[in-house]
């Protein structure tokens, strides 16, 4: 059989490239293949942590990939099958300026990464990294797929399938999650769910939930348990369910994002999560547990529990602590398998395995779903095989929900356009018409301020 060549760029997370590595070296079927793995990062330290701790992942599973790393990322790309990205350069610090700037503003929003005002600049720093990667690869590996996990999700596929020639699919762990609500909500096994999605990433909605073993439709029984479910802080998914009549994805920070009035229903919780200076303690630490996430205590904020990460895999090599030691937050040790569907997707194209996969962000090819743009970048089931990745028609979204989505596909064709022409009017514009914004003056003024402050991550914009 072939060697397959598979890359890693941002290797050097303590979340991505340990669960990437370990999805790869762990996978039985790849094991009928000659594997080579190559890490990359701009990182050096980081980039060494991670080829380190590949040598004892290596030796757990007793596996015979060729694991490399490298900081030059041309050099890693050359004759690669599969790119696997998750990327992004000051990531907390600048989440703070995505958050922060646009609330002092007067513009209410419950988590600015993905859409709103934050969700803006986000995306044109996460083209401003993506496109040269891609534009490598067109070069280097033009037969390559790109499996991309970096957010915002659907605007840095739109990017690519609009700027480059690279065939790309985004993965993210979202629908994942909605599938473990609803065996939550049914008090039933995952195993025994058949889950359709449709919609963009982060606001997608289940169009059908059936039984495997009988193909009754189970929303029924979600219509008699919605109430009495314990939704904890989320306020905000029930009564979405009960206004449209789907389940969304059932996380209110992403969802929310999307909504004007969503911040009346479930606030903001950003400064309560930790994730900057204003909420910190001198000294603290993720170990410590003094903060919260979406009100729940004993939880640390993402950039402790990140730096956590590194503390214990620091551990790890320094036989401190066993590699099979369980990670105080996520009760997993650093040998575990993801969830995630970047390696089963492998596997469909090498093998010719013709699954169906929960979802992945593609083109909206065929109208997979029908009354969404057909260049739109959609969340929604796929069939992967030797041919590649093929979307699976979902019909139509009901009328408000499409309505709600194709608003957010043309902000993110603007954005698409802000970046290639670098046109300060396409950013407007995209800023403009984003249900969370409610006043031009004051978007003209934050937009100023937020290009000025993190000039030196984004492109060129005038």
């Given at each position: 059989?072939?060697?397959?060549?598979?890359?890693l760029?941002?290797?050097?997370?303590?979340?991505?490239?340990?669960?990437?590595?370990?999805?790869?070296?762990?996978?039985?079927?790849?094991?009928?293949?000659?594997?080579?793995?190559?890490?990359?990062?701009?990182?050096?330290?980081?980039?060494?942590?991670?080829?380190?701790?590949?040598?004892?992942?290596?030796?757990?599973?007793k596996?015979?990939?060729?694991?490399?790393?490298?900081?030059?990322?041309?050099?890693a790309?050359?004759?690669?099958?599969?790119?696997?990205?998750?990327?992004?350069?000051?990531?907390?610090?600048?989440?703070e300026?995505?958050?922060?700037?646009?609330?002092?503003?007067?513009?209410?929003?419950?988590?600015?990464?993905?859409?709103?005002?934050?969700?803006?600049?986000?995306?044109?720093?996460?083209?401003?990294?993506?496109?040269?990667?891609?534009?490598?690869?067109?070069?280097?590996?033009?037969?390559?797929?790109?499996?991309?996990?970096?957010?915002?999700?659907?605007?840095?596929?739109?990017?690519?399938?609009?700027?480059?020639?690279?065939?790309?699919?985004?993965?993210?762990?979202?629908?994942?999650?909605?599938?473990?609500?609803?065996?939550?909500?049914?008090?039933?096994?995952?195993?025994?769910?058949?889950?359709?999605?449709?919609?963009?990433?982060?606001?997608?909605?289940?169009l059908?939930?059936?039984?495997?073993?009988?193909?009754?439709?189970?929303?029924?029984?979600?219509?008699?348990?919605?109430?009495?479910?314990?939704?904890?802080?989320?306020?905000?998914?029930?009564?979405?369910?009960?206004?449209?009549?789907?389940?969304?994805f059932?996380?209110?920070?992403?969802?929310?994002?999307?909504?004007?009035?969503?911040?009346?229903?479930?606030?903001?919780?950003?400064?309560?999560?930790?994730?900057?200076?204003?909420?910190?303690?001198?000294?603290?630490?993720?170990?410590?547990?003094?903060?919260?996430?979406?009100?729940?205590?004993?939880?640390?904020?993402?950039?402790?529990?990140?730096?956590?990460?590194?503390?214990?895999?620091?551990?790890?090599?320094?036989?401190?602590?066993?590699i099979?030691?369980?990670?105080?937050?996520?009760?997993?040790?650093?040998?575990?398998?993801?969830?995630?569907?970047?390696?089963?997707?492998?596997?469909?194209?090498?093998?010719?395995?013709?699954?169906?996969e929960?979802?992945g962000?593609?083109?909206?090819?065929?109208?997979?779903?029908?009354?969404?743009?057909?260049?739109?970048?959609?969340?929604?089931?796929?069939i992967?095989?030797?041919?590649?990745?093929?979307?699976?028609?979902?019909?139509p979204?009901?009328?408000?929900?499409?309505?709600?989505?194709?608003?957010?596909?043309?902000?993110?064709?603007?954005?698409?356009?802000a970046?290639?022409?670098?046109?300060?009017?396409?950013?407007f514009?995209?800023?403009?018409?984003?249900?969370?914004?409610?006043?031009?003056?004051?978007?003209?003024?934050?937009?100023?301020?937020?290009?000025?402050?993190?000039a030196?991550?984004?492109p060129?914009?005038?």
């Amino acid at each position: 059989m072939g060697k397959i060549k598979v890359v890693l760029i941002g290797a050097g997370s303590a979340t991505f490239g340990q669960g990437t590595i370990v999805d790869l070296i762990s996978s039985k079927k790849l094991r009928e293949r000659e594997l080579k793995i190559v890490l990359v990062d701009i990182n050096g330290d980081a980039l060494d942590r991670m080829l380190r701790l590949s040598s004892i992942l290596k030796n757990h599973y007793k596996s015979e990939a060729t694991i490399e790393a490298t900081l030059d990322r041309e050099e890693a790309l050359t004759g690669a099958n599969y790119v696997i990205t998750s990327v992004a350069k000051r990531r907390w610090e600048l989440w703070e300026k995505d958050y922060y700037i646009p609330a002092a503003y007067g513009f209410k929003h419950v988590f600015g990464e993905n859409g709103g005002p934050g969700g803006a600049f986000h995306t044109l720093r996460s083209l401003n990294i993506m496109m040269p990667i891609c534009k490598d690869m067109e070069k280097l590996c033009p037969d390559a797929l790109l499996i991309n996990f970096t957010n915002p999700e659907s605007r840095v596929c739109l990017g690519i399938s609009k700027l480059t020639k690279i065939r790309s699919v985004g993965l993210c762990h979202g629908p994942i999650d909605t599938l473990n609500k609803i065996s939550e909500i049914l008090e039933m096994p995952k195993d025994e769910i058949d889950l359709t999605v449709g919609g963009l990433n982060h606001f997608h909605w289940v169009l059908k939930v059936t039984s495997k073993k009988t193909g009754e439709n189970l929303y029924p029984k979600i219509d008699e348990k919605i109430d009495s479910y314990d939704w904890d802080v989320d306020a905000l998914t029930p009564i979405l369910y009960k206004v449209f009549g789907l389940l969304p994805f059932p996380a209110p920070s992403h969802v929310g994002e999307y909504i004007n009035f969503a911040h009346e229903i479930n606030p903001a919780v950003f400064v309560d999560w930790g994730l900057g200076e204003v909420s910190r303690k001198f000294s603290s630490k993720a170990t410590d547990l003094d903060y919260v996430i979406e009100g729940r205590s004993k939880r640390p904020s993402y950039d402790l529990w990140s730096s956590n990460q590194v503390e214990r895999i620091d551990k790890i090599l320094t036989g401190e602590l066993p590699i099979t030691s369980k990670d105080l937050m996520l009760h997993k040790d650093v040998t575990e398998k993801t969830r995630e569907l970047a390696i089963p997707i492998i596997c469909d194209i090498e093998f010719n395995l013709n699954r169906r996969e929960l979802a992945g962000n593609v083109m909206n090819k065929g109208f997979a779903i029908s009354n969404l743009p057909e260049d739109a970048i959609v969340e929604i089931p796929i069939i992967v095989n030797s041919d590649g990745i093929k979307p699976v028609k979902v019909g139509p979204l009901p009328t408000a929900i499409a309505g709600m989505c194709s608003i957010q596909i043309y902000i993110q064709e603007l954005l698409i356009e802000a970046y290639e022409k670098k046109s300060k009017k396409a950013l407007f514009q995209a800023i403009s018409i984003d249900p969370i914004i409610d006043n031009l003056d004051r978007a003209k003024k934050m937009m100023e301020k937020m290009l000025k402050i993190e000039a030196d991550y984004l492109p060129e914009i005038y």
